[in-house]
């Protein structure tokens, strides 16, 4: 194949489509295992203009806000394209929002346009959700809604053959675009700019309502860019995509790192680990993206069934802590000997910092890793703001072309987060060494102050890892009378060992400080997690009672 050089100038997504198609014509830009298709870049270009002019004929504008409410569909990376080249905004939706969630985004957002499943987890689920938020749509026009509670709302455009009143779908849509003219599109595309909003991602809301995350063209494709170079993708590079579209690292560290450099999109649908082997085996995939605890089932799996993994190089493992046993067993046993580790959050589009390709095990596993190009660091004292030396933790500060525009008609709390010189607060605790590379010690909220001692949650969980039961570990503050707040620990153990409160807590005796050994101790057999993967904190607190050490989540 050929090479792929990185065009700086091209700053909008649709120009990237163009020139992909241009070079790379024969070349698969997009392959489904599951369905058994593939569209080589010129095919994919021609169907992301199709979507583009259907979105055209139902009346979407330039900056007009759309909304895509399904899992990893092939027509999910059509709309995260097609609508770019339209001009328009792509308003992701979380897969597990029920009625209320789903009211609040589409009436904070503005929403014109709702692209659907019509369930996930089970037929029809997302139209009796949609009924709850739009009971008038069954006696709407399709193309013509009218719904008292979501003034802006006009379409709702159904994936699937099956019709629903009030509704279009996929295909209709399609057919639609063709009343819209090749030069009616180049004329919308060229009058897209580059900092222009093209997505909006709502944040998880664990702290009040979620906020929109307004990212640009210049945003995604600089900081996909960025994440591409390093981890040395070319279209020689076939990448599965597990984790979901609607979050950051589905759409930006995967889609878009793909588009920038000319690798395959391999998507899986929904995760499920032997889905996801089954596609690094016959797709022959080269890099694997996807959180901690989605390895340490794909590990389990291999353990059961053999795959071939061999041609495995890069990817990027994040969300959360890397255990050093699993980065272990992703580079030996699965072969990704150049994994890399991506910190980062929706407000910054997403990556801060990154290991590097040929970084130690040690620095993959301790470290987020350093700066991406072009990107300003720093730490600061949670108190005084002032910039704080190697070594001492604070909060990490980053500024640069990466950070969103704001969120979504919340002005203030866009001045709470990017102060008045650009730098974001990301809300997290971290130090950084003398090269650069970050240690993220977790969220402010989330460190433990003890009687006065400030205790990090993840020094405790990574202690915890070298114990020979424990494959997962998660740890908490809960309230204490006496002491403000306690460390809880919650276990998960490998291969339906067991273990004991008392053991635990031995294994840690004269090995911690007394201080930080866990005071209440919780073996599960899962932890909630959000749909991109990432462990709920806060509701480990809430499943936490001080009198009973056991817990189901």
Not at 6 to 24: M, P, Q, S, Y
Request: aromatic fraction near 8%; proline fraction near 5%; include cysteine.
């Amino acid at each position: 194949m050929p090479s792929m050089e990185f065009d700086t100038r091209l700053n909008r997504i649709g120009d990237l489509v163009d020139a992909n198609a241009e070079k790379l014509k024969n070349d698969i830009a997009l392959a489904y295992h599951e369905y058994g298709f593939k569209n080589t870049f010129a095919q994919f270009r021609d169907i992301c203009r199709q979507v583009a002019k259907g979105l055209m004929a139902l009346g979407i504008r330039r900056g007009d806000h759309i909304a895509v409410w399904a899992n990893n569909l092939p027509e999910w990376v059509y709309t995260q394209f097609g609508s770019a080249m339209a001009g328009a905004v792509l308003v992701t939706v979380n897969t597990n929002f029920r009625a209320f969630e789903l009211e609040y985004l589409l009436d904070q957002s503005d929403t014109t346009t709702l692209i659907m499943t019509h369930g996930v987890r089970e037929p029809g689920e997302y139209i009796r959700i949609l009924r709850r938020v739009c009971p008038e749509m069954d006696q709407c026009e399709p193309g013509a809604l009218k719904i008292e509670k979501l003034p802006f709302l006009k379409n709702i455009v159904l994936l699937g053959q099956d019709p629903v009143a009030g509704t279009l779908t996929w295909q209709q849509m399609l057919e639609m675009g063709n009343r819209i003219s090749d030069a009616a599109l180049d004329e919308r595309a060229d009058s897209i700019a580059p900092d222009d909003v093209t997505m909006i991602q709502y944040t998880s809301g664990t702290t009040g309502y979620p906020k929109g995350v307004m990212l640009t063209h210049r945003n995604l494709i600089g900081n996909a860019r960025s994440m591409a170079e390093i981890m040395a993708l070319t279209p020689d590079d076939n990448l599965c995509i597990p984790v979901p579209f609607f979050h950051c690292f589905g759409c930006v560290i995967g889609t878009m790192c793909c588009s920038v450099s000319g690798a395959t999109m391999a998507p899986v649908t929904s995760f499920r680990p032997e889905v996801v082997l089954d596609t690094v085996d016959a797709l022959k995939c080269t890099a694997l993206h996807g959180v901690p605890t989605m390895f340490i089932a794909e590990l389990e799996a291999m353990d059961e069934k053999q795959y071939d993994t061999s041609r495995l190089r890069t990817g990027v493992m994040a969300g959360s802590t890397c255990p050093v046993e699993v980065m272990k067993g992703v580079m030996e046993k699965m072969g990704a000997q150049e994994l890399t580790i991506v910190y980062g959050q929706t407000e910054s589009s997403p990556g801060i910092t990154q290991t590097r390709r040929n970084d130690s095990l040690e620095i993959r596993t301790e470290t987020v890793g350093r700066a991406l190009p072009n990107v300003e660091l720093k730490i600061v004292d949670t108190l005084t703001g002032e910039t704080l030396p190697p070594g001492k933790t604070g909060e990490l500060c980053s500024r640069g072309y990466h950070i969103m525009k704001g969120y979504y008609k919340m002005p203030d709390k866009t001045k709470e987060t990017i102060d008045s010189d650009g730098w974001l607060h990301t809300g997290d605790l971290a130090s950084m060494d003398e090269n650069g590379n970050c240690i993220i010690q977790g969220r402010l909220k989330d460190m433990i102050i003890r009687g006065g001692e400030n205790i990090y949650p993840r020094e405790i969980e990574e202690f915890l890892y070298t114990h020979p039961v424990v494959q997962d570990v998660q740890v908490v503050g809960i309230p204490d009378e006496k002491y403000g707040e306690e460390v809880a620990a919650f276990i998960q153990t490998r291969n339906g060992k067991t273990s004991s409160e008392e053991e635990i807590r031995k294994f840690c005796k004269d090995r911690i400080s007394f201080h930080k050994i866990p005071r209440h101790i919780y073996f599960v057999n899962e932890f909630p997690t959000t749909a991109s993967g990432k462990i709920q904190k806060f509701k480990l607190r809430e499943m936490a009672t001080p009198d009973d050490d056991t817990a189901e989540p």
